[in-house]
């Protein structure tokens, strides 16, 4: 078949309601035309009098299904009776079963790797269970190949324990959901797909990562995707429906290719002390660059205390037996506009460089002292940052309140974690003769209720990382008497909002200046400002001290 992509369905637990799945894919490919296989996972037999004798229809001839169907083995006891050979077989036509675990292989060179059934409990296991023996004996062959970089697709009855751990969250009880082996397969076996049942809703996660960006080469990303029941009366989804081109015919580098809203490897679990478990050597056979690389230039006519400070850093990098090196920030996979290394940073708008954050003008600013705090490295939002970089973002936000103060202004800080790749704490300095903090809050939760937003206050001692795992969309407003108000994003989020807000007219009464697109300034205007600001801040820039 070449490159040409193959057309494939995925189903969640059938339960024996084979006619209800049958005519659902019929309807699909009338409408869309025809689809190459169709793979089933979690329970696809059922127990009852109707189940059995739909399953009869098919099993003497008397009706076909309409395509190329694969099936797990069973999950339960009672579905046994069903399958005469745990090996895998046809069971009618055009309906296989792939087995207890293995490799499948299409003619086009689609790899399907499936684990069939429920992790055992116990020895001898029952038979539909599977033990650390089966997945041994499928991890093995293929990882003892060097050219191996993952399967295609993997079938699992059950769902990996921790998939959701810097992603989406799914809609269920996860205290006693999915298992530990199914997680290490899926780490070993790095899935372009993964699906799986038996849980009754339907989850797609966010892709995730195979590979530790900047210490192994770039490698495809996994996307896990668990299936509702057939015909559930909630009519949770249960048919996904996919374009996929083998593996082994794709371009390399069209392979790797890593989507925006890509996160961290779930199943690779952080070490005690925050870092991440040590990864295989570089790949790449380069040494990292130190940590002076990260630091720029910011032109000709910048001051002279930050050219001493620039220097400063590399001769501390460069020093022997330095005690500790400081670890490189994490990088993205693609542009970003916000990484400090990146060639597509407006570096003439940057104020002040700390060892980890730094302080730039916002661009399309509300007022002239609108700045941005972001982390050097590529952290999405503030509960992903590593304990270094939170405590030199705590010092940033102290010292920009210190400042504001001495302006005789309320410090208002915000951050959208929503469509963003890179973190960007917005602080927006309101004049105190403009109105009380008691006068923000309510025009964010005014706003907020108008717009359908569950803003509530939290305790201003919470930290966010406990209700917002990495992974959350959320939006977050910090008041300068340390009020907190948080919403948990759910869809369709007004991306402006906290601008709308602030500009509103019971606060800065600038509406015109809602969204950035309109305050735009030309290059020389943006220096002219930022040179300002650099100037202002001095006097509160702990970062010249280091």
Same mark, same amino acid.
């Given at each position: 078949?070449?490159?040409?992509?193959? +057309?494939?369905?995925?189903?969640?637990d059938?339960?024996?309601?084979?006619?209800?799945?049958?005519? +659902?894919?019929?309807?699909?490919?009338?409408?869309?035309?025809?689809?190459?296989?169709?793979?089933?996972?979690?329970?696809?037999?059922?127990?009852?009098?109707?189940?059995?004798?739909?399953?009869?229809?098919?099993?003497?001839?008397?009706?076909?299904?309409?395509?190329?169907?694969?099936i797990?083995?069973?999950?339960?006891?009672?579905?046994?009776?069903?399958?005469?050979?745990?090996?895998?077989?046809?069971?009618?036509?055009?309906?296989?079963?792939?087995?207890?675990?293995?490799?499948?292989?299409?003619?086009?060179?689609?790899?399907?790797?499936?684990?069939?059934g429920?992790?055992?409990?116990?020895?001898?296991?029952?038979?539909?269970?599977?033990?650390?023996?089966?997945?041994?004996?499928?991890?093995?062959?293929?990882?003892? &190949?060097?050219?191996?970089?993952?399967?295609?697709?993997?079938?699992?009855?059950? !769902?990996?324990?921790?998939? !959701?751990?810097?992603?989406?969250?799914?809609?269920?009880?996860?205290?006693?959901?999915?298992?530990?082996?199914?997680?290490?397969?899926?780490?070993?076996?790095?899935?372009?797909?993964?699906?799986?049942?038996?849980?009754?809703?339907?989850?797609?996660?966010?892709?995730?990562?195979?590979?530790?960006?900047?210490?192994?080469?770039?490698?495809?990303?996994?996307?896990? #995707?668990?299936?509702?029941?057939? =015909?559930?009366?909630?009519?949770?989804?249960?048919?996904?429906?996919? &374009? #996929?081109?083998?593996?082994? =015919?794709?371009?390399?580098?069209?392979?790797?290719?890593?989507?925006?809203?890509?996160?961290?490897?779930?199943? +690779?679990?952080?070490?005690?002390?925050?870092?991440?478990?040590?990864?295989?050597?570089?790949?790449?056979?380069?040494?990292?660059?130190?940590?002076?690389?990260?630091?720029?230039?910011?032109?000709? =006519?910048?001051?002279q205390?930050?050219?001493?400070?620039?220097?400063?850093?590399?001769?501390?990098?460069?020093?022997?037996?330095?005690?500790?090196?400081? /670890? /490189?920030?994490?990088?993205?996979?693609?542009?970003?506009?916000?990484?400090?290394?990146?060639?597509?940073?407006?570096?003439?708008?940057?104020?002040?460089?700390?060892?980890?954050?730094?302080m730039?003008?916002?661009?399309?600013s509300?007022? @002239?002292?609108?700045?941005?705090?972001l982390?050097?490295?590529?952290?999405?939002?503030?509960?992903?940052?590593?304990?270094?970089?939170?405590?030199?973002?705590?010092?940033?936000?102290?010292?920009?309140?210190?400042?504001?103060?001495?302006?005789?202004?309320?410090?208002?800080?915000?951050?959208?974690?929503?469509r963003?790749?890179?973190?960007?704490?917005?602080?927006?300095?309101?004049?105190?003769?403009?109105?009380?903090?008691?006068?923000?809050?309510?025009?964010?939760?005014?706003?907020?209720?108008?717009?359908?937003?569950?803003?509530?206050?939290?305790? $201003?001692?919470?930290?966010?990382?406990?209700i917002?795992? @990495?992974?959350?969309?959320?939006?977050?407003?910090?008041?300068?008497?340390?009020?907190?108000?948080?919403? /948990?994003?759910?869809? =369709?989020?007004?991306?402006?909002?906290?601008?709308?807000?602030?500009?509103?007219?019971?606060?800065?009464?600038?509406?015109?200046?809602?969204? !950035?697109?309109?305050?735009?300034?030309?290059?020389?205007?943006?220096?002219?400002?930022?040179?300002?600001?650099?100037?202002?801040?001095?006097p509160?820039?702990? $970062?010249l001290?280091?």
């Amino acid at each position: 078949m070449g490159d040409k992509p193959l +057309r494939v369905l995925a189903s969640g637990d059938v339960e024996g309601r084979i006619n209800a799945l049958f005519n +659902r894919v019929n309807a699909i490919q009338k409408k869309s035309g025809q689809f190459d296989l169709l793979l089933c996972v979690g329970e696809f037999f059922g127990n009852s009098p109707e189940a059995e004798a739909e399953w009869e229809a098919y099993k003497s001839g008397a009706k076909k299904a309409p395509i190329h169907t694969y099936i797990l083995g069973a999950a339960s006891q009672e579905t046994v009776k069903y399958f005469p050979n745990s090996d895998g077989c046809e069971l009618a036509e055009n309906i296989t079963c792939l087995g207890r675990r293995g490799i499948f292989t299409g003619a086009s060179g689609l790899q399907i790797a499936y684990v069939s059934g429920r992790e055992a409990q116990h020895e001898p296991a029952p038979s539909h269970c599977f033990t650390s023996k089966d997945i041994t004996a499928l991890v093995a062959p293929l990882l003892s &190949n060097s050219k191996f970089r993952g399967v295609d697709i993997l079938l699992t009855s059950q !769902w990996p324990r921790g998939v !959701w751990q810097y992603g989406n969250s799914p809609e269920t009880d996860t205290k006693f959901c999915g298992v530990s082996s199914i997680a290490d397969l899926a780490d070993k076996l790095k899935p372009r797909y993964h699906f799986a049942g038996l849980e009754a809703v339907h989850y797609e996660r966010l892709p995730y990562r195979n590979h530790v960006v900047l210490q192994e080469n770039a490698q495809h990303v996994s996307r896990f #995707i668990a299936l509702a029941t057939v =015909n559930n009366p909630t009519k949770k989804k249960y048919l996904y429906a996919f &374009n #996929i081109v083998p593996m082994k =015919n794709m371009d390399p580098a069209e392979l790797v290719k890593q989507p925006q809203d890509v996160t961290e490897n779930p199943y +690779r679990k952080p070490m005690k002390d925050g870092k991440k478990e040590k990864p295989p050597p570089s790949m790449t056979g380069t040494e990292e660059e130190p940590a002076s690389q990260f630091f720029f230039d910011l032109g000709q =006519n910048k001051p002279q205390h930050q050219q001493r400070h620039g220097r400063k850093r590399q001769t501390d990098g460069d020093r022997p037996n330095y005690p500790k090196q400081p /670890r /490189r920030p994490p990088q993205p996979t693609g542009p970003c506009w916000f990484c400090l290394a990146s060639p597509e940073v407006e570096k003439h708008l940057v104020i002040s460089i700390g060892t980890h954050c730094y302080m730039a003008l916002a661009k399309g600013s509300l007022t @002239p002292d609108h700045v941005l705090l972001l982390p050097i490295g590529h952290y999405q939002s503030v509960v992903d940052l590593a304990s270094e970089v939170v405590e030199e973002m705590e010092k940033y936000k102290s010292a920009i309140k210190k400042f504001c103060k001495s302006r005789a202004q309320r410090c208002i800080m915000f951050e959208r974690n929503y469509r963003s790749q890179h973190l960007q704490l917005q602080v927006v300095p309101v004049p105190m003769e403009k109105c009380s903090t008691e006068d923000i809050k309510e025009a964010f939760m005014t706003q907020a209720e108008e717009q359908q937003i569950e803003l509530m206050e939290i305790p $201003a001692h919470t930290d966010l990382k406990q209700i917002a795992p @990495p992974g959350t969309p959320y939006f977050y407003v910090e008041l300068d008497m340390g009020e907190k108000l948080f919403y /948990r994003i759910k869809k =369709n989020f007004p991306l402006q909002f906290g601008r709308e807000v602030l500009a509103s007219e019971a606060l800065l009464n600038i509406p015109m200046r809602a969204d !950035w697109r309109e305050c735009k300034c030309t290059k020389e205007e943006e220096e002219d400002q930022a040179k300002q600001m650099r100037s202002d801040f001095e006097p509160f820039d702990f $970062a010249l001290d280091d």
